[in-house]
């Protein structure tokens, strides 16, 4: 009856999260904390570039920065603001280009994955107005979302530059 059970166990733990594996340690420290960071390790990747500012001192003390603020962010109790997702996004890029961090996927799901869907939706149910709407939404919480882009050029009339208000505008709704 025991064995059956430490099977299942072994299983089950097999199949849990690898959060707690250890990566290979072959790799530099800033590469190692960057693994880290992908695994939604955030703290542990902090410490790994906390013990190598002797070794690696310029990617080190860059690569801490960013980590330390992405934390800053990542682990508010509050809501985040759109500032804050841009912010969040901008770090994240910063620290794993390529690849989001686990604590990310979450904050790109809600912001950009499903905005876009949805302007998807949107211009299929020939309402490009709502669909125009949410694409620049994305664009203005990741301005190099080549989709976002695309989907820009498709939408808008003038071949997908974004209106800016003119100057005289912008100074009278300063007042």
């Known amino acids: 009856m025991a064995a059956p059970l430490l099977t299942l166990l072994a299983v089950l733990l097999a199949g849990a999260s690898d959060a707690g594996v250890a990566p290979p340690t072959d790799r530099d420290p800033p590469d190692l904390a960057r693994v880290y960071f992908r695994m939604g390790d955030v703290a542990r990747a902090i410490t790994v570039v906390r013990s190598c500012a002797k070794t690696h001192p310029k990617q080190c003390k860059k690569l801490k920065m960013a980590l330390v603020e ?11 603001t759109q500032s804050d997702v841009k912010a969040l996004l901008a770090w994240d890029a910063q620290i794993s280009p390529g690849e989001p961090s686990r604590m990310t996927k979450p904050v790109l ?66 007042r």
């Not at 949805?118 to 669909?131: D, F, K, T």
């Open 70 to 80: 992405y934390q800053a962010l990542a682990t508010r109790f509050s809501p985040l």
């Open 109 to 174: 799901e809600r912001w950009v994955v499903v905005p876009l869907r949805e302007a998807g939706l949107a211009n299929a149910a020939s309402n490009p107005r709502r669909a125009l709407e949410l694409v620049e939404a994305v664009l203005d919480e990741q301005p190099g979302n080549a989709e976002a882009q695309a989907m820009l050029q498709q939408l808008s009339p003038d071949g997908g530059t974004r209106a800016k208000p003119l100057p005289i505008l912008e100074q009278r709704h300063q």
